[in-house]
């Protein structure tokens, strides 16, 4: 069961535009909410994350909006570079379950120059 | 470099075969996690083990087993190996204490199964 959906699975963007991942969750327990970016050949990488105490968190050009109400977060990317391009997931964790994430399919983002 | 080791980066074997992966967590990091990555199923979980305790399972096949060493590395054995087992097994590790959410993953062991 996919308990974490995420879209679009690609998206290409031209450089300096803004990228924009979606996702939603269905588990109300989960609170803890991250985003992970993963190069070819490497493993995931923290970006950014949120707690669904607010509704926005902003770490230079990338940005997560969070909708508690609407069980949806998302990923804004603003000036999109080409070192941008990889693919980006979202995932979700519960307080009891310690660090333990379960992923969204995942995006791959392709920045042209 | 996020201080996760994993051996080997390329594993080639052919179907009913028997395979070992190994991971070394970060120094200090208590938690170690295995994931499966394959095309059409992104990033599963498999399981969780915290200073050599199983702690979660996710879905992980019976031919699948796991254990993590009193010195906190960990082993991913897969048997009976199918071809559709071929895929890109990640370990990540988390520090104690505090929750976090993050993981710290290694590269990932690239498996394929002919």
């Known amino acids: 069961q996919q308990q974490v959906k995420q879209s679009p699975q690609s998206l290409i963007v031209q450089k300096g535009g803004i990228s924009i991942i979606n996702c939603a969750y269905e588990n109300t327990a989960f609170d803890y909410f991250p985003w992970y970016q993963q190069f070819p050949g490497k493993g995931p990488a923290l970006l950014i994350a949120i707690r669904p105490d607010v509704s926005e968190?902003?770490?230079?050009?990338?940005?997560?909006?969070?909708?508690?109400?609407?069980?949806?977060?998302s990923l804004h990317i603003m000036d999109s570079q080409p070192g941008d391009s990889a693919t980006y997931f979202c995932a979700a964790s519960m307080g009891n379950a310690g660090n333990m994430l379960t992923f969204g399919g995942g995006t791959r983002l392709m920045v042209k120059p | 470099d996020s201080g996760v080791t994993q051996t080997p980066k390329h594993l080639i074997t052919a179907t009913g075969q028997r395979v070992t992966l190994r991971c070394s967590p970060r120094s200090g990091d208590l938690s170690v996690y295995w994931y499966q990555q394959s095309l059409d199923q992104g990033l599963q979980f498999l399981i969780h083990y915290y200073n050599g305790e199983e702690r979660a399972k996710g879905n992980i096949l019976e031919r699948f087993s796991a254990q993590q060493f009193p010195d906190l590395h960990s082993e991913l054995n897969l048997s009976s190996l199918e071809l559709g087992d071929s895929a890109l097994y990640f370990c990540a590790s988390s520090p104690p204490g505090r929750k976090?959410?993050?993981?710290?993953?290694?590269?990932?062991?690239?498996?394929?199964?002919?």
């Open chain 1, 57 to 73: 968190k902003k770490e230079g050009r990338f940005t997560i909006s969070f909708n508690k109400s609407a069980k949806q977060f």
């Open chain 2, 100 to 114: 976090t959410g993050e993981l710290f993953f290694g590269e990932g062991s690239r498996l394929t199964v002919l």
